[in-house]
């Protein structure tokens, strides 16, 4: 792999990002494939309107979202291309059952994400939910 295609594959990849942390939904369809598949899949739905409504639901939920992108490697053919993120935010929207509560979140999620023709195909998500619902002030027993 040249270095020029493993730089292109992290460009795309951060326009996944930039789209969330921006609100810049055109970002969405030059970094996803039509068919773009999210494992686990999302309540919002598959392919970039799925993403899209993704975002909207997010963006409502966390007022003044900063996403950083905490570290990236591309593989050997710039096919795969794993990203460890973090996101801070105001919690002032419902989620997981909580309304919002004004409080500063941060969450973590690594990322997985295989790419065909320079556009992401799939992405591995995971995120640190029990994380985030404790800032939220869900307890858990046993």
Known sequence: MTAHRAAESETVVRRFYQALATGETDLVDEALAPDWEAVPAMRTGG????????????????TDLAVTIEGVVVSGDG?????????????TGELLGVPGTGRTVEFRASDVHRLVDGRIVTTWHLEDYFGLATQLGLTFTR
């Open 47 to 62: 392919g970039p309107d799925g993403w899209k409504a993704g975002i909207a639901h997010l963006r409502g939920v966390f």
């Open 79 to 91: 096919e795969l291309v794993a990203v460890r993120s973090l996101a801070r935010a105001v919690h």
